[in-house]
């Protein structure tokens, strides 16, 4: 069995935090050692939790949007390695989702990422994966932080999450459907 095989069953297997979840954990990832482009959002909803399958709602049908991308090259993990910050559904909270479970990230996004040696690109998604991965270089909030993506990269690419909530942020920031999901796209596809 290869490290990877092993690493995936190792998380599907997970039950850190089963007391604090709302439903039995259901670890939602994917990617193989050849996964070029690593996405880290949030942590899977409700409809992700039950399907088993990453971005398989609203959202990911907007995120493959952005990519410019289908759903067949979105979900060959020779693409796109998919690691949430939390790996099941962490329940719902008074205006969307609760956070990410932190144990997630805690005891296996340095082994994933170690994993993934052909990584070119990780796309950040979302306030949780940017402050993790970003810590003090990140902007006084989202907005800013998505507007200066240039910043981050070779190594990331930041992104607002791609939910339905958000529509009333994408009216606002016009530029970012206008401009950045351009260059989000030439990037994708040069990697891909």
């Known amino acids: ?17 089963k007391k604090q979840l709302p ?14 482009i690593i996405i880290i959002g949030q942590a899977p909803g409700i409809k992700v939790h039950n399907s088993g399958v990453p971005w398989d709602d609203a959202s990911g049908k907007r995120l493959r949007g952005w990519l410019g991308v289908s759903s067949e090259q979105f979900y060959n993990n020779k693409n796109f390695g998919i690691v949430p910050m939390g ?3 962490p329940g719902k909270g008074k205006s ?18 170690k994993t993934l040696k052909k990584r070119e690109l990780i796309i950040l998604i979302g306030q ?4 993790y991965f970003l810590n003090d270089l990140k ?6 932080t998505v507007k200066s993506y240039r910043e981050y990269l070779p190594d990331y690419f930041v992104l607002p999450h791609p939910s339905p909530r ?8 016009s530029w970012f459907e206008q401009r950045t999901v ?6 994708i596809n040069n990697i891909i």
């Open 128 to 131: 949780y994966a940017q402050n």
């Open 87 to 89: 790996f099941c559904y």
């Open 23 to 36: 439903q039995k954990p259901r670890p939602v990832v994917s990617f193989s050692l050849s996964s070029k």
């Open 96 to 113: 969307g989702d609760l956070p990410p479970r932190p144990e997630c990230a805690e005891l296996w996004m340095d082994r994933v990422l």
């Open 1 to 17: 069995m290869s490290y990877k095989i092993k690493l995936i069953t190792e998380i599907e297997s997970c039950v850190a935090c």
């Open 166 to 173: 958000n529509n009333i942020w994408l009216r606002k920031n």
């Open 182 to 187: 351009a260059e989000l796209q030439r990037l």
């Open 139 to 144: 902007k006084k909030n989202l907005t800013e």
